[in-house]
């Protein structure tokens, strides 16, 4: 009755707390555009903060320990103090829709977990898709989702939960029960559930979908001790993972988690073409275990059979002393893991002993092949590429007796390898051999070791140094667990870049990328390279090649599959240099990502520091890696440091460490030609920068920049609207924000994707034309449109960054854009990350196309846009005689008639007629005039038509919408055309697209839907896309 009563409790507390917000905003909204309202809102948030805290403290001391925790545990990302009884800081207002949210999703918890306990399906699934981020979440009795719908065997809830709610599968319930008692549910996980209850349909589900079935609960149970007392399931695992060899009991742990050495194994040995493996007797097999654990001597004799026969460890290879004719050769192989019995790694190899379409071929050969297709041999060890091994490695360590394994080398196929038996065979039964695993071998002062696997005490100082990227998701555990020989125990499979020192030659990994500059390694490597390595490095010194990337197949003593040479211009420009560098990474990347490649070791860049600044260049090659790994998943990097260049590692360290801190602080960020594109999690009233940008589409966070920025703030734009109500832009002082000013655009988003688009480009040119007024270097601005559920969310983040990238680069721009993101907008966050990464620098787009470019232009290396026509020519005859004549007698003199070349503005222009002739099928461009003021003309050459300056110049009127104004008749234009000081006036003459008009009024803001233009019905037409619009001329007379 307790429990219930709390419940109730809780629930209507926090709906009361619902209501007080409702409220607030109620209010907030009735004062909107008036005086009062920011005096009212100054202290709104402090008073509802006030409010809240007193609320929850009063509702919180009521209940009992086990609700006030639940209720803690939902409400962790609020930043609330209940020791104090307060928020930390001042509840804000764009967080009030959201937190009325999170608590109706606590006061729906209840009903959810129930539901999920009772099978209730239709109210788990609104739960999951209204309050996602509570998915993972445990219930008032310590339990999940996921484990309530396991126990109770409803499978079509806990399928569900795992495909579309995105649950963890391994996620635990809580590890201490609430009220401090023991029990077999504190630290399960629906697996856990599963087995005990003995649902074998969600156990198979769970485990193919990735359940960890060694994972321990409170109890120190696995799932598999769980499920012992049903029959059902123990025979599942008896038959699912490999047992004990000698004892044949279930196991208990990973191999790796189990450090104690195990004696496991089965010692085998078969002649070079035979097809039966025979067991060693015990003495033998004992024999063969001690050597290998001590591993004295690489090769030592022992009787099989009556024959001496000499035993090579490191080829697994019994070749007979004796004088016999006959067996002259037998293969070995122990099965069992070799990291459990002997504490050393290994690499695996096959052998077919049948395929249908292979003759037998009776010829020996103890020379391990690389698997062609094309030519295979029976009764011949092949070697598996890395990431077999690692998936055979995976497997055996999660004792698995089964694995499916695509070996894309033979036709693609897929091959069930059995890990108890080491066979594996195809689906049909044509292809089928047997597996082994040999030690690994490594090289070590011109002398082979074996690698020892060395177990983790948990308290260990010697480990390699190293340090490592977290990737952005967990991998599942049982599916990407692998084993890299050569890196160390600490290495887990959600790491994506490490730095460590090391022999780049021992290093076991798909690719080892080698440059060209670091002649010390080209030695080693030709030294200890085979032929083919050797032929190569030869003939780049005698053969000059355009290609800066060589990959040729490893082979002598060098353990990768391939290697990358790479050969880097030397350049005075560093910025050319790291171009080069970013072109030379994402080549690489793609090339492995192409091969199917995983790992990539990189050798130390190596260049003379007078030259280059070597931690820019390392800061380059890192990021780069970075922003290719978020395109090309699960390729794992490593930077291989030689022992005495502790200065290059300290440099590959730092950078990894700020990435990381990047990384865990929710940010990323782009470099674009000289500026940056920065994305990160937080609030835009904290940024430290130029000028901080606010969308008009966005008023609550209007409203709560005017509180935050204070009096002066809402003063400076009280009076700035009320002068220029049509202005697009209206700039204001900082006042007690940490940026410079505060720019106020007017923006308005549009579910027609075209007009969206050009709106946005409007919007972010507006922007960047100011931003250059002031000389500002740095600006933050959130995601405009974001809270409009009818347009395209990623439409929007794709139109943004294109068109800032093109801003950056047409202009030559250099400067910080950093886009702010609230903490709970993880979905908007990831498609913007996305986004950015993919972004390319649109170069194609950028490129001059001269067969587009108006003949008459002057096509010198100058960077002026203005240029006189002179009057000789036919062109400054066809502009004279055509203006003369529309001006009816009203001129006096054509004083001289410039050209206007904006390659930019006129490319930009380019793109919108051909945009509109595909859309309507028409020819819709009218040659207009537009009059202007003199200290106005610059400002429209260089940054085209802005609207900024609607109803300031031209025509003098917003009587047909608030754009700019053109009319075909030039005397009409005339009476706007203000003269300067020598009685001088000017006008320009412009390409208009017109498109679909429709008349116009002052009310309009931009144009209706379906339209591109507003008109008076005669001769004025008004524009409102900047780039709708080219100046061909510029005409000063009196």
Known sequence: MSSENDENK??????????????????????????????????????????????????????????QDYFLDFFNDYNYDYSKGIFNETIKIYILEQLSEDLNGIIYSFDAFKSSFDGNFSV?????????????????????????????????????????????????????NRNNQLNG?????????????????????????????????????????????????????????????????????????????????????????????????????????????????????MNINNYLYSISLMKFLSSQISNSSINEYLWIRCRGSSIENFHIYSTWQIMFNEYLSIKINKSISLEV??????????????????????????????????????????????????????????????????????????????????????????????????????????????QYLTTDINHDENFHENESMIVRFGNIIEEKSDVIVIWWSSKSLLELIYEYGGSSVRNTINHKFENKSDNPIISIQSDGFIQSKMIYFIDLEIQSDIILVKKSIESIINSIMEKVHENNYKRISFSSIDFNSNIYPLESIIETIIEQIHQQQFLHKNIFVSFIIESNKKDIFNYYYEHLNSLNQSISQNSISKTIANSQIQLEKGDIIKQKVDAIVVSSSSDILKQLIIIEGGEQVYESYEKENKLNPNSLLISCP????????????????????????????????????????????????????????????????????????????????????????????????????????HSHEQQDNQLINYDEIPATWDLSDETRNRFIVSFHLNEYKTVHDEFNQLMKGKIKKIIQIERIQNQRWYFQYLAHKKDFFKRLNKNTEKRLYHASKFKLNNSIINDCFNRSFAGLHGLNSTAYGMGVYFSSDPSYCHHFAKPNSNGERSMFIAQVLIGETILGNSSMKTRPPGYDTTTDGNHIFVIYHDAQAYAQYLITYK
């Open 10 to 67: 809780l629930k209507k507390g926090l709906e009361e707390i619902i209501e007080i917000i409702k409220d607030i905003n109620y209010e907030k909204s009735s004062f909107i555009n008036s005086n009062e309202i920011f005096q009212f809102n100054k202290q709104m948030m402090e008073n509802l903060t006030n409010v809240i805290n007193n609320k929850l403290k009063c509702l919180l001391d009521t209940l009992s320990l086990k609700y």
């Open 369 to 478: 092949l690389n698997i062609d297709h094309t030519n295979i041999k029976l009764n011949h060890w092949y070697q598996l590429s890395h990431f077999i091994n690692q998936q055979i490695d995976n497997g055996i360590n999660y004792r698995r007796k089964y694995l499916y394994i695509n070996i894309d080398s033979i036709d693609n196929q897929l091959f069930l390898f059995n890990l108890e038996e080491f066979s594996f065979s195809n689906n049909d039964q044509t292809i089928n051999g047997f597996i082994r695993w040999i030690p690994e071998f490594l090289l070590k002062n011109d002398q082979f070791i074996i690698h020892k696997y060395k177990p983790s005490n948990g308290n260990s100082h010697s480990l390699p140094v190293y340090i490592n990227i977290q990737q952005s998701t967990i991998l599942n555990q049982q």
């Open 185 to 301: 549910t504190s630290g399960s996980t629906a697996l856990h559930a599963a087995c005990f209850y003995g649902h074998l349909n969600i156990v198979k589900y769970l485990i193919d979908n990735g359940a960890n079935y060694f994972i321990k609960n409170h109890l120190e149970e696995t799932p598999i001790q769980n499920g012992l007392p049903n029959r059902n399931i123990r025979e599942f695992f008896e038959n699912f993972l490999i047992l004990n060899y000698l004892d044949l009991n279930l196991p208990q742990s990973t191999i790796f988690d189990n450090n104690e050495m195990k004696l496991n194994s089965i010692w085998e040995y078969k002649t070079i073409n035979g097809n039966q493996w025979i067991l060693f007797d015990n003495n033998q097999s004992n024999r063969l275990r001690n050597a290998l654990i001590s591993i004295e001597n690489e090769e030592f004799n």
């Open 124 to 176: 788990v699934k609104n739960f999951i898709e209204k309050y996602p981020k509570y998915k993972d979440k445990c219930s008032i009795y310590d339990t999940t989702l996921l484990y309530s719908s396991s126990r109770n065997n409803y499978f079509h809830i806990v399928k569900y939960l795992i495909e579309q709610g995105k649950c963890f599968i391994n996620i635990q319930n809580r590890k201490y």
């Open 734 to 837: 900082s006042g007690n924000l940490l940026c410079k000013r505060i720019f106020f655009v007017k923006w308005n988003p549009n579910e027609n994707e075209f007009i969206l688009q050009q709106s946005i480009n409007d919007f972010i040119n507006i922007l960047i034309q100011n931003l250059l007024s002031y000389n500002y270097k740095s600006i933050a601005l959130p995601l405009i449109g974001s809270n409009h559920k009818n347009i395209s969310t990623p439409i929007v983040i794709k139109t943004i960054i294109n068109q800032f990238i093109y801003q950056i680069k047409s202009r030559n721009l250099s400067i910080n854009i950093k886009f702010i993101i609230l903490p709970d907008q993880d979905q908007i966050y990831q498609e913007f990350y996305q986004q950015l990464l």
